[in-house]
């Protein structure tokens, strides 16, 4: 038999057999799956705003003037319903709701900066 086609088998196999290396078996998938899902999990209440935990705040503190849907009950607030003074960068609401304005309350202390920017969320749902 010629010793160079054999060298040419072996090769073969072991690329055939290179995916069942253990490292890429069922278990190393496992690993990946949990650490990615670990991941998400984790990063989740960082990154993404609640609105459904703002709708409490809301409810409690700016429903009386802002009205539950958005339509404005105190005379001179936005109404939300229609977008008035959504257009502008979350951090800019944040500001407005931390500091107040015109009449309306300063929530600074009150909360902190992520639960009102869960509030920031929720007026943006009420569009
Ligand atoms: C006492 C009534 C009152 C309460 C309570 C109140 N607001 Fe207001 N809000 C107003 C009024 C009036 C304005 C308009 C003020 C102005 O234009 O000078 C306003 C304006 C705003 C604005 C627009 C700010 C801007 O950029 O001009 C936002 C956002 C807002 N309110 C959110 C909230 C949130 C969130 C809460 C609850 C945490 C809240 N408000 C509670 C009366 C109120």
Redesign the pocket.
Known sequence: MDRRNNRGCDGYHMNRNAPRIPIFGPWFRTIVAVAAGGLLLSANPVLAADPSAGSR??IK??Q???GADGK?V?????DFSRGE??M?PDA??LN??KNG?????A?QGLYTDEE?LD??AY?RTLR
């Open positions: 705040i809301y503190h700016c009386d003037c802002h404005p105190f005379p001179g607030a936005p003074k959504l502008q800019d609401l407005a709701i304005t015109g009449i309306m309350p929530y009102l509030v920031v007026l």
